[in-house]
Nanobody, 123 residues
Framework: QLQLVESGGGLVQPGGSLRLSCAASGFTLDSYNIGWFRQAPGNGREAVSCYSRGDRRTFYTESLKGRFTMSRDNAKNTVYLQMNSVKPEDTAVYYC????????????????WGQGTQVTVSS
């Protein structure tokens, strides 16, 4: 059974750092496109980053470039999201998701999602 479990969220001060993890089980991550998304209260779910197998590269939402970095440990079948210089507007529930579609990072093609992990940026 395919499962994604996020962890690493919590309360962090503005300007601080946090690393989120997404552990996969029941499948191998390198066979899928992998995405990080987030949803703030009252907002829709938005893309943060996505690794595309078809393009063999990682895409980032433009406004997050330079602050957020996505990485993967194949041996642990885990994907990470390193968040640096966080801001209050980064407060949201963060989700990882996968899709077998190797050519798209659009939210609508992601079929399997984790339960999310809450990130709160506040002093």
């Amino acid at each position: 059974q395919l499962q994604l479990v996020e962890s690493g969220g919590g309360l962090v001060q503005p300007g601080g750092s946090l690393r989120l993890s997404c552990a996969a089980s029941g499948f191998t991550l390198d066979s899928y496109n992998i995405g990080w998304f987030r949803q703030a209260p009252g907002n829709g779910r938005e893309a943060v980053s996505c690794y595309s197998r078809g393009d063999r590269r990682t895409f980032y939402t433009e406004s997050l470039k330079g602050r957020f970095t996505m990485s993967r440990d194949n041996a642990k079948n885990t994907v990470y999201l390193q968040m640096n210089s966080v801001k209050p507007e980064d407060t949201a529930v963060y989700y990882c998701a996968v899709t077998e579609d190797s050519n798209s990072c659009h939210l609508r093609v992601f079929t399997s999602w984790g339960q999310g992990t809450q990130v709160t940026v506040s002093s």
